[in-house]
């Protein structure tokens, strides 16, 4: 596991003794316990990216100060929960006090994802084989959060290439969940999600290419926003659009969220008219499906389908109709696709990794067994099967559009499970169809919109009794209606409000 160094030996103590509290039922230690070790409750915890931004405009903290705040708060949490990869500590210093003070951020910083070009720093993917790559420069999304005030100041943990549905990777270990230690928040989002709920940062980097910034946020309580496809500015090299990806942030409020969602999407007007700064809720009352329960690939769990009950009754309780309607994909056939469709994404790096190692796939040590046998089991598929894979998923833009002609959101599990045990699967196995089926079970629900290029967000509104890891209520709508969603979500976060529910291993409960 990845560490950052304590900065005394006070620190170190508390948090094993912290940890050994929390998991006897505490939330914090005594005040005179922390005062006598030095220690004390970050007093800018409860600000949002937005509120930090005002005090740096009104100058009541230098951007400097506020990236040490920061960085402290990843040296205290990250070794509890493994949420980085790598650090740009001195990057973002040399950038404080640079940053123009009259763009939207200001100099709040942000933790990235470690699975997007950014111009000097290390890309890792969570893989071996990319140690040293170190991209040239931003593409055009990251260009975008920074001309927004946003200072980059580490990068945030993902299973290996963002190929299993939990964080973790033998180069940087597992992330765990501040709600509960035992268990993963899903992936491949994982670190970015753990930053933004244990505290260390309002805001963190996330994408989305079957489901990656609505599983972790849903297991964490935190906001989670997909857009459609070709909305926001490209995060890729040559400027292009993944078919199914697409970049955002996570964060803890609706108008953080919305906020950078203003600062980065496509200005262009060539797919969708821009959306803007979206700051409020709106009077218009909605049609909501309520998905049904089915038992495609697995059940929901008894505590998922409260919660989505939960979240329907809310909404009949704000004036929106709701009604149960069925999922319109056959999660079957959707899986049969899924799997083709990665086969052919993958088939190359057997190649690359062969090449740059010298050695056959499976002992090159570049991979790790998990990804490097699932490389080769897809293999079994011809370009033919392939294909059919692609034409079945292409097929789900008009299966969704024909959804929306009835209803304005469908609200959907974000999965049919709370959240994965840390350890339930690791990178040392082997891949193989029981896997490949766990896999896809857990992302029915979300795979499916990013082949649609439909927006969705994952709101916390729910929460396990078992447990307390959090549920978050799955809403998707058609194509480039953000706005709708946006405006939704503010008024969830009004009438049940969420940013003052903390995670036990979190800044909250314990000093810095």
């Not at 980059?152 to 709600?179: C, H, L, Y």
């Not at 926003?225 to 292009?240: H, T």
């Not at 052919?344 to 002992?363: D, F, R």
Request: proline fraction near 6%.
């Amino acid at each position: 596991m990845l560490e950052f160094p304590m900065s005394n030996i006070h620190r170190r103590e508390f948090l094993k003794d912290s940890i050994f509290a929390a998991a006897a039922g505490f939330t914090g230690l005594s005040a005179g316990w922390a005062f006598a070790q030095g220690l004390k409750h970050d007093p800018l915890i409860e600000e949002d990216a937005l509120g930090l931004a005002a005090l740096l405009h009104a100058g009541e903290i230098s951007q400097l100060e506020l990236l040490e705040i920061f960085i402290r708060r990843v040296e205290v949490m990250n070794p509890v929960l493994n949420f980085m990869t790598n650090e740009a500590f001195d990057r973002a210093r040399k950038a404080a006090g640079t940053i123009p003070l009259d763009t939207r951020f200001a100099g709040v910083p942000i933790l990235m994802k470690d699975l997007i070009d950014i111009g000097g720093l290390r890309r890792t993917d969570g893989s071996r084989l990319m140690l040293e790559n170190r991209p040239a420069r931003n593409v055009a999304y990251v260009d975008a959060l920074e001309q927004a005030g946003l200072n980059i100041f580490g990068q945030t943990n993902v299973p290996e290439m963002a190929s299993f549905i939990i964080t973790n990777n033998e180069v940087f270990g597992a992330t765990r969940n501040p709600w509960s230690l035992d268990h993963s928040v899903f992936s491949s989002s994982g670190g970015s999600a753990v930053a933004v709920a244990s505290g260390a940062v309002p805001i963190a980097h996330g994408t989305d290419g079957a489901g990656s910034n609505r599983l972790p946020p849903s297991a964490t309580g935190i906001l989670g926003m997909k857009p459609s496809r070709f909305r926001m500015r490209s995060g890729e090299v040559g400027g292009g659009h993944d078919i199914a990806k697409t970049n955002h942030v996570l964060t803890r409020t609706v108008r953080d969220s919305a906020a950078a969602f203003a600062e980065t999407e496509d200005l262009s007007g060539k797919v969708y008219q821009p959306v803007g700064f979206v700051q409020g809720s709106s009077r218009q009352r909605l049609r909501v499906g309520l998905v049904s329960p089915d038992g495609a690939l697995m059940n929901s769990e008894p505590e998922v389908l409260d919660a989505q009950q939960r979240a329907g009754l809310l909404l009949e309780s704000l004036g929106h109709t709701v009604e149960e309607t069925p999922w319109p994909v056959d999660s079957e056939a959707m899986a049969d696709a899924y799997i083709k469709f990665f086969a052919g994404k993958v088939g190359a790096l057997k190649k690359t990794v062969e090449t740059v190692s010298g050695k056959p796939l499976m002992e090159s040590g570049l991979l790790t067994p998990l990804l490097a046998s699932n490389i080769l089991s897809s293999a079994a598929y011809n370009e033919k099967d392939i294909a059919q894979g692609r034409d079945y998923l292409a097929t789900l833009e008009a299966v969704f559009e024909n959804v929306f002609n009835d209803i304005d959101v469908l609200l959907a599990p974000v999965a049919p499970v709370v959240a994965p045990p840390l350890y339930e699967h690791t990178p040392q196995e082997l891949w193989s169809d029981e896997l490949a089926q766990y896999s896809a079970a857990r992302l029915k629900y979300t795979a499916p919109v990013n082949f649609s290029g439909c927006p969705a967000m994952s709101v916390p509104l729910g929460r396990s009794r078992s447990t307390g890891i959090p549920i978050g209520s799955h809403f998707i709508a058609a194509k480039g209606a953000e706005r709708l969603l946006y405006e939704l979500a503010y008024e969830l976060e009004e009438s049940q409000p969420w940013r003052g529910i903390w995670a036990p291993f979190s800044l909250k409960y314990i000093p810095v």
